[in-house]
């Protein structure tokens, strides 16, 4: 592999993950390990939403040298960021032998590794507790590099000693580029409120803590002592927005591969403001981004507190041209936008996922409201299962090799870049003419192409709980130029929302991005099955809400012509429809979310029943006649396609299909079940 990866250790916790974000978005290729200990999954999938690209990902213990020596030798590695550690300063004191074990150890096998691939740059994550209680001497406030270390706790001792392990290693090669980056107080969020500090158990540090407490999680903040010598009595500390810190390690990794060539270093850097706040200016700060003053105690000073901590950053802000520029302000919004999103951090009740079928990464998401289940899986942004008390509603496969199959029905799948058929091998826009990848007889391409949005990977789901108690999971797919022989790369993100009334809603949302087109044809719909407890439909009550459809040729491509039933309440019987029904011929919106949810078509049978509605023009009944799959015979379930009528982009209405640059194509779905 001739591309070269930045290896992030810990690349899931707290400050990695945004580190991750930052070092994507400026070009860097990264490979993530980290065995989970403190953190998530759901934090990797969440950067890879966030940066619209798979993160190769490893869940290996630093301490497992083979393990760790497979990365880099599936991957091409240039440096590493090293974050991996335990970091809990009152637990380290309880139990040490893991700190020094799991920091110091892992620290020596990723060394030795890295010695071993002659991979000699690295940038480690050290800590402003090395220098313990720098007001113990005169003038050492701000605190400079040079100050003399005193660890005071078995967490800080473990940054001090792989500081002389590093330094040692580059005493005896002068090869090795280190940097040394000792942070002061990391705090806030990912200003998109997707990535944050999910800290499991009680937190011990201030803004955490404040922040369960305004989410009503902890009765209020103990502050620890007023009488220490500071404008308010409370100590003071030096808060660096956890994205300032992320973009010190893009500075710094960058000052070490632009020196020159056959030169070394070991150097160390504050990663700090350089400016001070106290316990209270902190506390208002926060309850300002909050909208309310926040309940608090004034209790003793805690063991081993001092007055003041604040960074001198002189040297990085002159060597590394790094700044912090975010204040406690902007960083408490940011806390407070990912507390209120994510109360409960990255844990979610009612919702769990499982890997799903053998493609890396792929998982199949549940949610579980009381009774009424929903399963996704991130292959096609697919429905796998709808389940009512224990009854299936919808067709889906319990494995992923029938999905990936060309017999699969599109069961459940996304359907896109363009859902239905395509006529005369393609379509033009402004006199450009596109050809498509033919997939059906006479010329014709349907849902897309035989590679469309329901074969892809999709990337997330960012899993949120709705104000309501609804569940929402949201799903990000990049389809680049050219496939299946569609123009300009397109950004979608399907947003499914689980609701305790037994809904399902879908919101499709589209942009064109980047910079290899301006416009797309675009049609997007979802290709379930629903089944209502029978193996067959026949005995279906259908009430449609309008008689209208399109007069098909021969060619199953519009006439101009619609047709009516004579009845819109009938049982489906032995009836067969692949047909698009007229809801609003004169659309012309390209994004139909501003229109109210209509209902287009209520189906039930003795036992359950399914209400579909959406902001869509048309949509597609089919009764499932083609269905030979498994063990699903023809007619097992029936499809509403809501979505722009069939062909739209060959006829005279084409404007609701032609997403150009800078707009935005939207609609929405929602499946009723009783
Ligand atoms: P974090 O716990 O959120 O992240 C650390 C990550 O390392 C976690 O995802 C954890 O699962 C992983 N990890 C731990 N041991 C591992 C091992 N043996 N193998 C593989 N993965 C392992 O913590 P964070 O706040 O993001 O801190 C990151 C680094 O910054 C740590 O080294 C920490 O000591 C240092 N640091 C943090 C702070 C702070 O206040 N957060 C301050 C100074 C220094
Ligand atoms: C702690 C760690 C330090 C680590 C840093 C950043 C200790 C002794 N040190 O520093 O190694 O680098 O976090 O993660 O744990 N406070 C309250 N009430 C609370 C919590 C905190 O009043 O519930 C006060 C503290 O007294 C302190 C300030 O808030 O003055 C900040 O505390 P905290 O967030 O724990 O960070 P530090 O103690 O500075």
Redesign the pocket.
Known sequence: MSEQYILV?????????HTVIELIQNGYKVVI???????SFD?VSRIEFIVGEKVPFFN?????EKSLTKVFETYSIKSVI??????AVGESTKIPLDYYD??VN?TITLLKVMNNVNVKTIVF?????VYGDATRFENMIPIPEHCPNDPTNP?GKT?YVIEQIIHDLYNSDPEWRAAIL?????IGAHPSGLIG??PLGIPN?LLPYLAQVAIGRREKLSIFGNDYNSHDGTPIRDYIHVVDLAKGHIASLSYLNNLESNKGLFREWNLGTGKGSTVFDVYHAFSKAVGRDLPYEVVGRRAGDVLDLTANPTRANTELEWFAEKSIEDACKDLWRWTTKNPFGFQLDNYKWTIFGEIEGNRLHTVDLDGFKVSITNYGATIQNIELNGDKLVLGFDNLESYQSSSNPFFGATVGRYANRIGNGGFTIDGKSFKTEINESENKTLHGGSQGFDKKQWLGPIVLKEDDNSVSLSFKYIDPNGSNGFPSDLETIVKYIVSPKNTLTIDFESQIVGNNGDVTALNLTNHSYFTLGDDVIDEYQVELSTPKYLALDSNQLPTGETKKLDSTSFKFGSQQFDDDFIINEANELLDTRSQDLKTLVNISSSSHSIKVSSTEPAFQLYTGDGIFVGEFKSRAGFAVEPSRPVNAINSSNAKQVILRKGETYGSKIQYEFA
């Open positions: 250790t810990g690349g899931a916790g707290y400050i990695g993950s390990v980290d065995n989970l200990i403190n953190s934090a290996v213990d630093l301490k497992d090293h974050f991996a550690a335990l970091k799991n920091n892992g994550s050290s800590s402003a507790t967490y940054k000792r942070y002061f107080n990391p500090e999910d540090n």
